[in-house]
């Protein structure tokens, strides 16, 4: 398997950034695709951003323009810079790591909180 240790959540007024942060380690397969989820109490868990190896990238449409998606392939480490954040962004943010070059939601982190106050 693979273990996921993501750091960076916190409480933030609405208008603010954060920056989330994910390593990986103790992969069994080569990590192609690395992103972030999040889920918010009582809604599915979506697909926030993802990133392959060779950087391509995509987002959800309510996050385009405010959120990137980084990673340093040398450390397997994600990262999720979160700015203009909005309330609606609250949730628990996951991090997914892929052998694929998409974000299937197979391999979790165990999550960071991301507070937004109004």
């Known amino acids: 398997q693979v273990q996921l240790v993501e750091s960076g959540g916190g409480l933030v007024q609405a208008g603010g950034s954060l920056r989330l942060a994910c390593a990986a380690s103790?992969?069994?397969?080569?990590?192609?695709?690395m992103g972030w989820y999040r889920q918010a109490p009582g809604k599915q868990r979506e697909l926030v951003a993802c990133?392959?190896?060779?950087?391509?990238?995509n987002y959800a449409d309510s996050v385009k323009g405010r959120f990137t998606i980084s990673r340093d392939n040398a450390e397997d480490t994600v990262y999720l810079h979160l700015n203009s954040l909005k309330p609606e962004d609250t949730a628990v943010y996951y991090c997914?790591?892929?052998?694929?070059?998409?974000?299937?939601?197979?391999?979790w982190g165990q999550g960071t909180q991301v507070t937004v106050s109004s």
């Open positions: 997914n790591v892929e052998p694929v070059r998409s974000c299937r939601g197979r391999y």
């Open positions: 103790g992969s069994i397969f080569s990590i192609n695709a």
């Open positions: 990133i392959t190896s060779g950087g391509s990238t």
